[in-house]
């Protein structure tokens, strides 16, 4: 499995404002980037926080690398994956939709009515107790042969993923805005590490639109 995540930040290391309002941080060009990824990947993965505010629906947006998917064999969109620990994901959700399958990751503390809403519109994996158990639950996705996982957030995820050890591979793009705001969340949040902070290897460096795109690669990411 291959775990990249993929983010845009403000310049000052923001996601989005204090408000967890989503702020176009992205111009044309790094949204075609990530419109690529999501084409060369398995899996589109986001936290349930980013679907409470953001309502993304993550599909691929070109007609011609969806129609380049089909002619692989593949379907159209990458599966949609919610980490989501009791259930929270809205029915009406835009990733519940059938434009692609969708996996929703629990705990045993989701309860059963959730769980019953939900199993009629995704494929339910239950890892963790409190939390979802990101090494179990990406254990399974990868048993459904979902090898390449691209991480589109939000803060709380991305923390968790790269202390569970689970990132290959970091994008973010920096973009030309400042957004501000102790409370707003940043690329990794959760606790935050006091020690053994994972170290990077910057990869690439590409100027976009009128910010810059930062590739690294993760020293010991769980890669296999
Ligand atoms: N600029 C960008 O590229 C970008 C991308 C995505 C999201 N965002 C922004 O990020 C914000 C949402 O981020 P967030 O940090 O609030 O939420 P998140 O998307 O990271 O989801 C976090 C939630 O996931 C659940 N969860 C279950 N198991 C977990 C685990 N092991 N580790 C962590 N979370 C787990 C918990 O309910 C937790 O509250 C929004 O404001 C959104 O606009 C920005
Ligand atoms: N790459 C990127 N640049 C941004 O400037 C920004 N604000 C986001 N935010 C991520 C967020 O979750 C978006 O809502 C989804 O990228 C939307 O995905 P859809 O178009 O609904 O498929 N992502």
Same mark, same amino acid.
């Given at each position: 499995?291959?775990?990249?995540?993929?983010?845009?930040?403000?310049?000052?290391?923001?996601?989005?404002?204090?408000?967890?309002?989503?702020?176009?941080?992205?111009?044309?060009?790094?949204?075609?980037?990530?419109?690529?990824?999501?084409?060369?990947?398995?899996?589109?993965?986001?936290?349930?926080?980013?679907?409470?505010?953001?309502?993304?629906?993550?599909?691929?947006?070109?007609?011609?690398?969806?129609?380049?998917?089909?002619?692989?064999?593949?379907?159209?969109?990458?599966?949609?994956?919610?980490?989501?620990?009791?259930?929270?994901?809205?029915?009406?959700?835009?990733? %519940?939709?059938?434009?692609?399958?969708?996996?929703?990751?629990?705990?045993?503390?989701?309860?059963?009515?959730?769980?019953?809403?939900?199993?009629?519109?995704?494929?339910?994996?239950?890892?963790?107790? *409190?939390?979802?158990?990101? %090494?179990?639950?990406?254990?399974? %996705?990868?048993?459904?042969?979902?090898?390449?996982?691209?991480?589109?957030?939000?803060? *709380?995820?991305?923390?968790?993923?790269?202390?569970?050890?689970?990132?290959? *591979?970091?994008?973010?793009?920096?973009?030309?805005?400042?957004?501000?705001?102790?409370?707003?969340?940043?690329?990794?949040?959760?606790?935050?590490?006091?020690?053994?902070?994972?170290?990077?290897?910057?990869?690439?460096?590409?100027?976009?639109?009128?910010?810059?795109?930062?590739?690294?690669?993760?020293?010991?990411?769980?890669?296999?």
């Amino acid at each position: 499995m291959h775990v990249v995540v993929n983010a845009a930040t403000s310049a000052d290391g923001k996601l989005s404002s204090r408000r967890r309002e989503q702020v176009a941080i992205s111009g044309e060009a790094d949204f075609d980037r990530v419109d690529r990824l999501r084409a060369d990947s398995d899996a589109v993965v986001v936290g349930v926080g980013t679907v409470l505010a953001d309502d993304p629906h993550l599909t691929v947006k070109d007609d011609t690398l969806r129609e380049q998917r089909r002619e692989a064999g593949e379907p159209a969109n990458p599966a949609r994956v919610v980490v989501d620990s009791t259930g929270r994901t809205p029915l009406d959700a835009a990733v %519940l939709d059938d434009a692609a399958t969708t996996y929703v990751c629990l705990t045993e503390s989701a309860p059963v009515e959730q769980r019953l809403d939900l199993a009629d519109r995704a494929e339910l994996v239950t890892a963790g107790d *409190e939390r979802v158990d990101l %090494l179990r639950a990406f254990a399974a %996705l990868q048993n459904q042969g979902l090898e390449q996982l691209m991480v589109e957030g939000g803060g *709380e995820l991305i923390f968790s993923l790269f202390d569970a050890g689970l990132v290959d *591979e970091l994008s973010v793009f920096v973009g030309p805005t400042i957004i501000g705001g102790r409370d707003a969340p940043t690329l990794a949040d959760g606790d935050g590490f006091v020690a053994d902070f994972p170290e990077l290897e910057l990869a690439d460096i590409e100027r976009l639109d009128d910010g810059v795109l930062l590739t690294w690669r993760v020293a010991d990411g769980a890669g296999t």
